[in-house]
């Protein structure tokens, strides 16, 4: 055993800024979890089909009259709709899918260690559709 034992599992590269525009992206992991604000949300790693290393999380609030975001990852995976238009899934129907998401740039201001205030550009998933073959 070496010298440090230290668990990197949830390690990433920080997102790339991207254009905006269409993506394909692959989804790789869907994890139930509670927002700060106490929602119930989905978080969603995709990644980008042409450049797997590239990814980044996607928030999918599930609280009922905030769901739109995550209806439109359902469809655009193509889980089907019941008679009384629910979604009866797991995270097993969207790992591995490929789905195509809107890519939009903003602005984001934070506090870095030093207590200096930084703006950087933040590249974020906004919208999700079926996957549209080129």
Do not use: H
């Not at 254009?19 to 927002?35: L, Q």
């Not at 949300?41 to 980008?48: K, N, P, Y």
């Not at 042409?50 to 928030?59: A, F, I, L, R």
Request: proline share 3%; charged share 30%.
């Amino acid at each position: 055993m070496g010298k440090y034992n230290m668990n990197m599992n949830g390690e990433k590269e920080p997102n790339k800024v991207l254009d905006p525009g269409w993506y394909d992206w692959e989804i790789v992991k869907v994890e139930e979890k509670t927002s700060k604000s106490g929602n119930q949300m989905f978080v969603v790693s995709v990644a980008l089909a042409q450049d797997p290393g590239t990814g980044q999380d996607v928030y999918c609030v599930a609280e009922e009259g905030k769901r739109w975001f995550l209806k439109q990852l359902l469809k655009a995976c193509e889980v089907p709709t019941l008679e009384d238009g629910s979604f009866d899934w797991s995270e097993e129907d969207l790992i591995s899918k490929n789905v195509q998401g809107r890519v939009e740039n903003n602005q984001e201001t934070w506090i870095d260690r030093t207590g200096a205030e930084r703006t950087t550009t933040k590249s974020k998933v906004v919208e999700f559709r079926k996957m549209i073959i080129k």
